[in-house]
């Protein structure tokens, strides 16, 4: 599929940061609150699962994204969404409430398998359960939605915008 080449470099270098501040000093926080949810270090590794320890606001346009002004990427747990070693989505789940997660303006809008794709997947509308799901049995794919619309305020295009199949 041919993503949006500005928004996939934009997520890419968020993704990788995210991720380096998740394994890096002063990170007991976010830690503390994967063990709490019951997700392993090593399933957050594979995942390159990220931490985002200030909410920032960045230009739709410097994503490559339609519109004027800013959007929001909330502090959080950094999920990015990789499938065949490609970046399609980066979801972000704040610490502090029990709201679905943040998707960034731009990614793919789901639904989100885990894990393995056939089979008989499980169904969640929780990213942490569906985690657990995926840890607990890895051969079982786990299909995500989310149970709001976009949970960004500014939605924009998918970074599938103009492409065809």
Request: aromatic content about 10%; charged content about 15%; overall charge positive.
């Amino acid at each position: 599929m041919m993503m949006n080449p500005l928004w996939k470099r934009k997520a890419m270098a968020f993704a990788v940061r995210s991720h380096r501040h998740l394994w890096g000093k002063n990170n007991e926080d976010p830690l503390s609150f994967l063990y709490i949810k019951g997700i392993c270090v090593d399933l957050a590794k594979s995942l390159y699962l990220g931490w985002n320890k200030f909410g920032q606001k960045r230009p739709l346009a410097g994503w490559g994204l339609q519109g004027k002004g800013d959007f929001l990427i909330p502090p959080g747990l950094v999920f990015p969404y990789i499938r065949e070693k490609e970046l399609l989505a980066i979801l972000i789940v704040s610490m502090t409430s029990s709201h679905d997660p943040t998707l960034l303006p731009g990614s793919f809008t789901g639904p989100f398998v885990l894990g393995p794709e056939g089979g008989a997947p499980k169904y969640t509308h929780d990213l942490l359960q569906g985690l657990v799901l995926i840890q607990e049995n890895p051969d079982t794919p786990v299909t995500y939605t989310l149970t709001s619309s976009v949970s960004n305020s500014v939605a924009g295009p998918g970074p599938f915008a103009g492409a065809s199949d």
